[in-house]
């Protein structure tokens, strides 16, 4: 089959890559130049593990554009053009609008971005001639091309009996259950699991606050609750909070939808108020002197990624710069506009107060004596994830929610 993929983000090249994979024809449509240079070179414009080599092995098959035109062939086009939050907070659609606008012949669309419940019902009315299905992405970045190839589940939202089976035809060979379902209740399906996830992490951040104030350790907890297969232990790391291109702008994109209908969503208001909690207590941690330097280890919203986009790494750089701290960050892949070291000795070299604000593996592998060079020795682990945490030698280690009582 030959399918036009339009958005080459994140998102839209993992698909391209796990399509030309699966032996398929694959045209991809990208109006940014500099992205679309790069990719026809050969070269991932992000950090994502895998892409570089499916580009390679099946440049055959693979055909790069900025023009829709170009996808007429098609047999289906797949949308997968960013949907990022309004200043009101909901979901602006004029990326999913300019795209359909340029699709002139008739074809069967594959909406790949995520869209608020009724978005997909409101397309098939504004763009009659197409025939559409929801298929949302629940890839994690870092990984994404993992996560197209072996997805927990594939969910397909279509009206359309026909293109359901023939979506579930090609979706079916990488074994995985397989959603049936109306658009509305598919869109539904993406937005619910993003923010029971945000609200779970709100939840033990809650508790991590808590267990500050009364010594427990927050992570023995979540170990412990986490046994319980009706809880479970992923998304249950106490530290700085969600942040990332999906968490913070869907949960806001959902109260507003809810508002619009009139309805408040109680728990979902909670979480996104418990997450800019959170990053306040953490920067709380930091007690402003004259001249007091902090060391960000880690920028990225999560390791293994270089995105930036809504990473807590910023929130707290900004709480912490307006009370007159400066901050210097380090990370192996992402970039910032404060102050950047090179390396991790570089940004530890004189600072007062390191925070953990990335678990990359290799800064959760530093040990005590990495932080020498420092004016204090003291590590903030904004993730509870450093390695030497029970036996930190020198180093003045604080979590957040655990071993106060050690
Ligand atoms: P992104 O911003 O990284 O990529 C979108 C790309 O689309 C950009 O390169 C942009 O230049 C391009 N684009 C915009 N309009 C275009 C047009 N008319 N023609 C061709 N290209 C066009 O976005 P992303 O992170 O890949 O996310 C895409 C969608 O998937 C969003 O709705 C997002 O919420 C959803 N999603 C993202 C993730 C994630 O982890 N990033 C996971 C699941 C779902």
């Not at 995520?114 to 098939?124: A, E, K, N, Q, Y």
């Not at 009206?159 to 995985?176: K, P, Q, S």
């Not at 606050?209 to 232990?233: E, N, V």
């Not at 999560?302 to 960050?329: C, N, Y």
Request: some cysteine.
């Amino acid at each position: 089959m030959k399918f036009g993929i339009i958005g080459l983000g994140y998102v839209g090249l993992a698909t391209l890559c796990g399509l030309a994979k699966a032996g398929h024809e694959v045209i991809g449509v990208e109006k940014d130049q500099p992205r679309l240079l790069r990719l026809m070179n050969g070269d991932v414009p992000f950090h994502e593990p895998g892409m570089a080599d499916v580009l390679r092995d099946h440049h055959g098959s693979i055909t790069f554009t900025d023009s829709i035109a170009d996808t007429e062939t098609a047999d289906y086009l797949v949308l997968a053009v960013g949907t990022p939050s309004k200043q009101d907070g909901s979901c602006d659609l004029t990326f999913v609008d300019a795209a359909l606008s340029e699709v002139n012949s008739k074809h069967k669309i594959i909406i790949r971005s995520t869209v608020l419940p009724g978005t997909t019902d409101m397309l098939s009315v504004m763009y009659p001639a197409h025939t559409f299905a929801v298929v949302p992405e629940f890839l994690q970045e870092g990984r994404a091309l993992a996560d197209v190839l072996k997805p927990h589940r594939v969910v397909i939202g279509s009206d359309n009996l026909e293109m359901c089976e023939e979506l579930a035809g090609i979706y079916g060979r990488l074994g995985v259950p397989i959603v049936c379902t109306s658009p509305i209740d598919a869109e539904f399906i993406k937005y619910a699991s993003n923010a029971f996830l945000a609200t779970k992490i709100s939840f033990i951040n809650d508790l991590a606050r808590l267990a500050d104030k009364a010594g427990a350790d927050i992570t023995t907890i979540a170990d412990g609750m986490g046994l319980d297969p009706r809880i479970g232990r992923s998304f249950l790391n106490a530290g700085l909070g969600y942040g990332g291109s999906c968490f913070p702008k869907d949960m806001h994109a959902l109260l507003n939808v809810a508002s619009e209908n009139e309805l408040d969503l109680p728990v979902i208001r909670a979480a996104m108020h418990a997450n800019d909690a959170q990053m306040a207590y953490v920067a709380s941690k930091v007690e402003p002197t004259s001249d007091l330097k902090v060391a960000f280890l880690g920028l990225a919203f999560k390791p293994g990624t270089d995105d930036m986009r809504d990473a807590p790494s910023l929130t707290l750089a900004q709480l912490l710069t307006v009370r007159g701290v400066d901050v210097i960050g380090y990370d192996p892949l992402a970039k910032w506009d404060f102050p950047q070291a090179e390396t991790v000795e570089a940004a530890l070299e004189g600072a007062d107060v390191a925070i953990l604000v990335t678990e990359w593996d290799e800064l959760v592998a530093l040990p005590p004596e990495a932080f020498d060079g420092m004016r204090t020795k003291r590590l903030i682990d904004a993730r509870n994830a450093w390695k030497y945490a029970r036996d930190p030698g020198t180093v003045q280690y604080e979590g957040v929610g655990r071993m106060q009582n050690k």
